[in-house]
């Protein structure tokens, strides 16, 4: 069963650009620090065409972890230009490890784990969303 984002949560279009290819989504904004902090813990599942966004107000090195976290995700590291920087795929459900953008970014893409490779997402590929 897929679980709906909690009431409130804004949902805006996203669009991956790989080469000739368009895939589109519609993902949950993570605008605040709590929603930030929370993502997509205790979710039990993300539908193929959604995701959580995390944007930043300036472009930071940042990073994240898997705690509480039960499904694994694919995490998107978008520059200020609206490429990608770096995809870490199936990150560790529950895992403490950080994963790290490791330059600085304007937001991060969560999707389920797998979704990037199945849809040949690379780096550098362009992500474009509603803001």
């Given at each position: 069963?897929?679980?709906?984002?909690?009431p409130?949560?804004e949902?805006?279009?996203?669009?991956i650009r790989?080469?000739?290819?368009v895939h589109?989504?519609?993902?949950?904004v993570?605008?605040?620090?709590?929603?930030q902090a929370?993502?997509l813990?205790?979710r039990?599942s993300v539908a193929p065409?959604r995701?959580?966004l995390f944007?930043?107000?300036?472009?930071q090195?940042?990073?994240?972890?898997?705690?509480?976290?039960?499904i694994?995700?694919?995490?998107?590291f978008?520059?200020a230009?609206?490429t990608?920087?770096?995809?870490?795929?199936?990150?560790?459900?529950?895992?403490?490890?950080p994963?790290?953008s490791l330059e600085?970014?304007?937001a991060v893409?969560e999707?389920?784990g797998g979704?990037?490779a199945?849809l040949?997402?690379?780096a550098?590929?362009?992500?474009?969303?509603?803001?």
């Open positions: 069963a897929v679980q709906l984002p909690p409130g949560h949902m805006i279009p996203l669009t790989p080469d000739d290819r589109r989504y519609t993902v949950e993570a605008k605040t620090p709590e929603e929370r993502g813990m205790h039990q065409d995701g959580m944007p930043y107000e300036v472009e090195p940042t990073s994240f972890w898997m705690k509480n976290t039960l694994p995700l694919d995490m998107i978008i520059r230009d609206g990608i920087a770096r995809i870490v795929a199936n990150t560790v459900p529950l895992s403490l490890e994963v790290s600085p970014v304007i893409l999707l389920a979704r990037a199945g040949r997402i690379e550098g590929d362009r992500v474009t969303w509603g803001r």
